[in-house]
């Protein structure tokens, strides 16, 4: 069995990648591809941005944190691995909770299904269902 370090550096890549493709796009008003047709007016619309940054900025971000946060949970003095861990239990509770909630923007508000959003709602799901579970 892998070890959950492993998965955390995994998600947390993918989710690196996915909120650095997104906020590309927002940044320079590129173009994104979309199997749902609704990506650009998803991640364009007022919700797309929290106190004027991009929240894809802010995944950005979050993501690059937990791959380091992780990496000193391996590779770091044993006395921070605790205290790495329950930052990743924290910075995964608080993302899961702003994707439910941008989640239902989507769906109730806005009306439409940004794929890119979704996948970075799940990786950062999965990351915190890591981190209840133990692996």
């Keep these: 069995m892998l070890a959950v370090e492993f998965w955390f550096y995994l998600l947390s890549l993918a ?3 996915v909120s650095a493709y997104v906020w590309r796009s927002q940044r320079f008003h590129k173009p994104i591809a979309c199997w749902t047709r609704d990506c650009d007016r998803v991640i364009r619309s ?3 941005r929290l106190l004027g940054v991009h929240n894809s900025a802010i995944g950005f971000w979050l993501f690059l944190a937990i791959f380091f946060l992780a ?8 006395a921070w691995s605790g205290p790495a861990l329950k930052a990743i239990a924290l910075l995964s509770l608080i993302g899961t909770a702003v994707s439910c909630y941008l989640a239902y923007v989507q769906l109730f508000v806005l009306r ?14 999965a990351i915190f269902i890591l981190t209840v579970t133990g692996g």
């Design 112 to 125: 439409g299904i940004c794929n890119w959003c979704l996948t970075s709602a799940l990786l950062i799901l």
């Design 15 to 17: 989710g690196f990648l």
């Design 46 to 48: 007022p919700y797309s």
């Design 71 to 78: 990496l000193t949970v391996r590779q770091g003095p044993e």
